[in-house]
């Protein structure tokens, strides 16, 4: 019943020969958390023009966020945030029996609905300033691939630059390479990758188009925690071209064979990783500056509603939430990853990994 009034206050119902033209107001669907209103533009109207006044509308319906999404053309969809879902912190998710490489469960969306991350098909960056939550996210999507990978039908390579967070749980990779112990290795881990990726498409030339996991071909997953030490601040400029070859090659040509890149970094700057733009999905959690958030998930980003820069810098309030950039949605959605303690991660070995094995690993590492 606020609509024309609102509409007229805020300038988004234009005067035309003496007569109030207004959007026009369509469906409206609810949840728990959130409204998405249908809006059908005035002519002349942009989309930019309700993103310039979307505080201005949170705050006359008593809101507690609105951003504007888009739709077909000539309409807009407001999305008015009522109540945050993402407050409290979210457990780690039960491990799921039947893992979809297309459909992770991770965490949680804005919505109230289950985040859902894409990992066959795609490449995805992860870009979070200190203690955004990052690990979180790198946890969660290992937990849900815990079965396949106990299966033989999905192969993790893990990178792990500083030799901290991935080595928690080092049992569980089929490859693990530490910048702290040798650099060199993790070079050759991914170098091994790309042969192995480039043998596969040679095989499966002319017989497949979509890859489908099995135990003689399955899905491999480079994961590479804090990428810019390998990018970036290796000394070593031999060692470190040679780290972008092969990343440059395993974004370009890993999608259509059952390869995927999973890398994270602090800095998204373009000189820190200059191939960015080849990771299609992009995940932007607690950055340091709003520019940065229009670096890493595109251009206007953050006038859609992607407050990166403002993410609380506090574990309770802050940690795992992000803000998802998809190659098939330009529209940036805030959610927040489950938190996979260290005694989950315990747990998730102890079910992975055989006994006798990780003894016998444990005596090797003596």
């Known amino acids: 019943r606020h609509w024309a009034a609102v509409m007229a206050i805020s300038g988004l119902a234009p005067m035309y020969r003496g007569r109030l033209l207004l959007p026009a107001l369509g469906k409206v669907a609810s949840t728990r958390y959130t409204d998405r209103v249908q809006v059908r533009l005035v002519s002349g109207q942009c989309t930019a023009d309700l993103a310039a006044r979307a505080d201005n509308l949170a705050e006359t319906f008593g809101v507690l966020l609105c951003r504007i999404r888009t739709a077909r053309r000539g309409f807009v969809v407001l999305e008015m945030v009522r109540r945050d879902a993402l407050a409290a912190i979210i457990a780690a998710l ?5 893992a979809d490489l297309r459909a992770l469960p991770v965490g949680r969306r804005e919505d109230g609905s289950a985040w859902l991350i894409k990992l066959q098909g795609t490449h995805v960056l992860i870009a979070g300033a200190t203690g955004a939550g990052k690990a979180s996210l790198l946890w969660s999507i290992i937990r849900g691939l815990l079965h396949p990978m106990t299966a033989g039908l999905v192969r993790v390579l893990a990178a792990d630059p500083k030799g901290m967070e991935l080595a928690y749980g080092r049992e569980l990779f089929d490859r693990y390479g530490s910048y702290a112990a040798d650099a060199l290795a993790i070079v050759i881990m991914l170098e091994q990758a790309v042969a192995g990726m480039q043998a596969r498409a040679r095989q499966l030339a002319g017989r497949q188009r979509d890859h489908t996991p099995t135990a003689g071909h399955p899905f491999v997953i480079v994961l590479i925690d804090e990428v810019a030490f390998l990018t970036a601040y290796q000394p070593d ?3 470190r071209d040679r780290v972008m070859a092969a990343l440059a090659t395993l974004t370009t040509q890993g999608r259509a064979v ?9 800095d998204p700057r373009k000189e820190v990783l200059t191939i960015r733009n080849l990771f299609p999905d992009r995940i932007a959690m607690r950055l340091d500056e709003p520019d940065q958030v229009d670096m890493l998930l595109g251009d206007g980003a953050r006038d859609r509603g992607a407050l990166a820069d403002l993410i609380p810098n506090d574990p309770a309030t802050g940690a795992g939430m992000a803000y998802v950039r998809l190659e098939t949605d330009p529209d ?3 959610v927040r990853a489950a938190w996979v303690s260290d005694p989950d991660i315990r747990a998730m070995v102890a079910e992975a990994v055989p006994a006798e094995l990780k003894a016998v690993e444990s005596g090797a590492a003596a």
Do not use: F, M
């Open 258 to 266: 059952g390869y995927c890149v999973i890398a994270a970094l602090q």
């Open 332 to 334: 940036p959605a805030r």
């Open 237 to 239: 400029r031999k060692l």
């Open 94 to 98: 039960p491990i799921p029996v039947h």
